[in-house]
């Protein structure tokens, strides 16, 4: 079955277009998995349940009984909702706390949660991006070589991250469930980041850059694509370092099939700069940014085996601004063992215990379990 045709699993399906889970944005589509719930219904239908009303109902009867409210407040009440409905709720859990807050430095932003700074990202100078031109205009050679990839990624990147799990869109619908709940809140807060920043695209600093694509409408720092595909890439490997579904707790990001899933983030993040649309410190930036917000929510599913550590992008010399993504040192910087533009921040004080997110936790179990 083609991972796109989630479908009609309620049309939980425009979250074949979770695809857009590349711009997971559209994996808000499974929005539309409201549909599973159609409350509309074509008039001539309408028309005959109103008859099939009137020609059973009887005469009026007093309720002789009711049944008790449910349980207030208690995830176990997910597993009644509609998906759509269970989506506003568990993304709305999720999304609360996070900000965007200024630093000393007015180039820099963080994002924050309730408070206490996350991930900082510093605008880097225009001289940075000038020099990573040249870096362009090299890879436009392998544009003939990626083209159907980089077509097919403009709107769709869950495909080719889950290629080394063999994702089925009926089988896992909880953990389609559980990329939006994580990676639409992150889609906001890139989103927002953009705009703060507000760093223009390889196009306006080069004629010959002529990108393959439609240069899109917001900002270039950070990579919305890198963001989202590494944040993906959590998620997912999570899922499946947890053998044995909910009988192991650890993550294991030395696992093979997190590797592989890694390898398609990144590559997922070269494609558009091969495309033209993306610079090299664009991606950086948006790896660091997705995998440090998703590791951060995830941490607060209990047993979902993450810790937390602050993350900074640093851009501060020559060597930092030639520097292109590389799986090896964003995993040493979350490690804590490298020291270059993924270095982390070393926290005064250690950050505050993170709170559970019980909504997520009932989903995050049901996807687990899809796994196991």
């Avoid at 924050?112 to 880097?124: D, I, K, S, T, W």
């Avoid at 760093?199 to 393959?212: D, L």
């Avoid at 890198?226 to 370092?241: D, P, Q, R």
């Avoid at 910087?333 to 936790?361: C, D, H, I, Q, R």
Wanted: charge should be negative; glycine fraction near 10%; charged fraction near 15%.
């Amino acid at each position: 079955m083609s991972i796109l045709n989630v479908g009609n699993v309620g049309n939980v399906g425009n979250v074949g277009n979770v695809g857009n889970v590349g711009n997971v944005g559209n994996v808000g589509n499974v929005g539309n998995v409201g549909n599973v719930g159609a409350e509309a219904i074509p008039a001539p239908a309408s028309g005959a349940l109103i008859l099939g009303r009137d020609g059973v109902v009887g005469n009026y009867a007093q309720p002789t009984g009711h049944r008790a409210h449910m349980q207030i407040d208690d995830p176990d009440n997910l597993g009644r909702w509609d998906a759509r409905s269970r989506q506003s709720a568990v993304q709305f859990e999720v999304a609360q706390g996070l900000s965007l807050a200024p630093l000393a430095d007015c180039n820099m932003r963080a994002v924050a949660f309730m408070g206490h700074n996350l991930v900082e990202l510093p605008r880097p100078e225009e001289a940075v991006f000038a020099s990573q031109v040249n870096f362009l205009l090299c890879d436009a050679d392998l544009r003939a070589d990626r083209a159907q990839e980089i077509l097919s990624q403009v709107g769709e990147i869950l495909s080719f991250l889950s290629l080394p799990i063999s994702m089925n869109l009926q089988r896992h619908k909880y953990t389609l469930e559980v990329l939006q709940a994580v990676v639409l809140p992150i889609i906001g807060v890139e989103k927002a980041m953009k705009h703060v920043l507000a760093c223009r695209r390889p196009v306006e600093y080069c004629a010959q850059i002529q990108p393959m694509i439609t240069t899109p409408g917001h900002g270039s720092y950070p990579s919305g694509h890198a963001t989202e595909a590494f944040a993906i890439a959590e998620v997912l490997s999570a899922l499946v370092g947890m053998n044995n579904g909910l009988d192991q707790d650890v993550y294991r990001p030395d696992n093979m099939y997190a590797t592989q899933i890694a390898l398609h983030a990144a590559r997922v993040a070269h494609n558009r700069e091969v495309a033209g649309v993306h610079f090299p410190v664009d991606s950086i930036a948006g790896a660091v940014l997705g995998k440090a917000l998703a590791r951060f929510i995830l941490a607060r599913v209990p047993g979902c085996g993450f810790g937390y550590q602050r993350m900074r992008v640093e851009i501060a010399d020559g060597t930092d601004v030639t520097s292109r993504l590389s799986l090896e040192t964003l995993n040493a910087a979350f490690a804590g063992t490298y020291s270059g533009p993924y270095k982390p921040v070393v926290a005064s004080e250690p950050f505050p215990a993170v709170p559970e997110a019980p909504l997520l936790s009932w989903l995050w179990q049901k996807a687990a379990e899809e796994w196991s």
